[in-house]
C-alpha cells in the first residue's frame, strides 16, 4: 500500500511537471491540433509574419527602420513597431479584449483615443491573438475539406495604409481509425485481468512499458518541439525535462521489486499525455514537429498502452490467488 501510494503521488507529480507548453507572448495554451488552417497571401515590404497554432494567432517581424502601426478590431491603433521595438497601445480596445482573461472595454476608450503606448520588447517581433484570421469561418459552415474566404490585418506603415492579407481552410475531422490502439486495448483487458503466471505477466509488463515510454515521449517531443513560430528557450527547457523523466521512469521499472510500481506510474504519465493529446486524433491538421501520422501514432498508443499496463502493473503487485488456493490444497492434504 505504501509504495502504490508513491506511484500515485509521484505519477500526480511528474504530470504536474508537464503541463500543457504555454506561448510566451499569446499567453494562451496553444492547440495540439485545429481544424482550420491560415495561411499569408500579401506581405508588405519589410515585413515578415507567420500563422501560429492554426489560425490563433500572427507573428510579425518589422525592418528596425520601418514604423508599423497594427490597428486593432476597432480601428483603434493597437501595436506600434519601431527602431526601439514593439509598444501596445493600453488605451485600445483590442488590449482589453487579448488579454489572457479578457476584460469589458472601459467607456470612453474608442478608436479616436489618444493612444497610451507601452513597450513589449527591445526586439522587432511580437506574436498576438487575432480574431480576424478566423472571421470567414463565421460566415461560411461547410463540411469537410474546404476554402472559407479571405482575412485582412490592417497596417499602416511608415504613415501609409497596408495590410496583410491571407486565406482561411477547413479541414475534415481525423479519421475514427487513429482510436485503434484503444479499441484494442478494450478487447484485450478481458484477458489481461487473467493473467496469472509471474513470468508472463513480467514480459507483457516490460513490452508494454516500454511502447508506453517510446510512444509518450515521441508525442511529448513532437509537441514541445513544434516553433511557434520558432522554438522558445521555455520548449527547450522543456524538451530537456520530458527526456529525464523517461530515464527516470525507465530506471524505476528496470528494478525487479519495483516494477509494478514503476508499471503504475509509467501507466498514469502515458495515459495523461495520450489524454492530453487526444485533439490530434480528432482534428484535421496536426500541430507538431513530426509528422501528422507519427503524432498521432505515438498519442494513442501512448494512451493506449498507458492504461493496459496500469492493469497489467496492478495485478503484478496483487498475490497470486490461483497459487494462494494450491497451497491451501497441499495444506489440507
Not at 522554438?231 to 525535462?241: A, E
Not at 501512448?302 to 496492478?314: E, K, N, P, R, T
Request: hydrophobic share 50%; aromatic share 8%.
Amino acid at each position: 500500500m505504501a509504495r502504490a501510494g508513491f506511484a500515485l503521488a509521484t505519477a500526480l507529480f511528474v504530470a504536474a511537471l508537464l503541463p500543457a507548453t504555454a506561448s510566451a507572448h499569446v499567453g494562451r495554451t496553444p492547440p495540439a491540433a485545429t481544424d482550420y488552417l491560415a495561411r499569408v497571401t500579401f506581405l508588405p515590404p519589410g515585413l515578415e509574419a507567420r500563422i501560429v497554432d492554426g489560425d490563433q494567432a500572427i507573428w510579425m517581424r518589422a525592418k528596425p527602420s520601418l514604423t508599423v502601426i497594427v490597428t486593432g478590431l476597432r480601428g483603434e491603433p493597437y501595436l506600434r513597431f519601431s527602431s526601439a521595438g514593439v509598444a501596445v497601445n493600453t488605451r485600445s480596445a483590442t488590449w482589453f479584449i487579448n488579454r489572457v482573461h479578457p476584460q469589458v472595454v472601459p467607456r470612453g476608450v474608442t478608436a479616436t483615443t489618444a493612444p497610451q503606448w507601452k513597450v513589449l520588447t527591445s526586439h522587432h517581433s511580437w506574436t498576438w491573438p487575432d480574431g480576424r484570421l478566423h472571421t470567414p469561418a463565421l460566415s461560411a459552415h461547410p463540411s469537410g475539406n474546404a476554402y472559407l474566404g479571405r482575412w485582412v490585418v490592417p497596417l499602416v506603415a511608415d504613415g501609409r495604409g497596408t495590410a496583410i492579407r491571407g486565406e482561411l481552410w477547413q479541414s475534415a475531422s481525423a479519421s475514427l481509425l487513429w482510436f485503434w490502439p484503444l479499441l484494442l486495448v478494450a478487447a484485450c483487458i478481458p484477458a489481461l485481468l487473467k493473467l496469472h503466471e509471474a513470468r508472463l505477466q513480467t514480459q507483457v509488463g516490460v513490452a508494454l512499458a516500454g511502447l508506453a515510454l517510446v510512444a509518450a515521449t515521441v508525442a511529448r517531443l513532437g509537441r514541445e518541439l513544434y516553433g511557434r513560430p520558432t522554438v522558445s528557450s521555455w520548449q527547450l527547457v522543456l524538451v530537456g525535462t520530458t527526456c529525464l523523466v523517461a530515464v527516470a521512469l525507465a530506471a524505476i521499472y528496470s528494478r525487479p521489486d519495483w516494477r509494478p510500481v514503476g508499471g503504475i506510474l509509467i501507466g498514469i504519465v502515458a495515459t495523461a499525455q495520450g489524454l492530453e493529446l487526444v485533439s490530434t486524433l480528432r482534428d484535421g491538421w496536426v500541430l507538431a514537429a513530426v509528422p501528422a501520422w507519427l503524432e498521432r501514432s505515438a498519442t494513442g498508443l501512448s494512451l493506449a498502452a498507458g492504461v493496459a499496463l496500469i492493469v497489467v502493473s496492478l495485478g503484478l503487485g496483487l498475490p497470486d490467488r490461483s497459487r494462494e488456493a494450491d497451497t491451501e490444497l497441499l495444506t489440507q492434504r
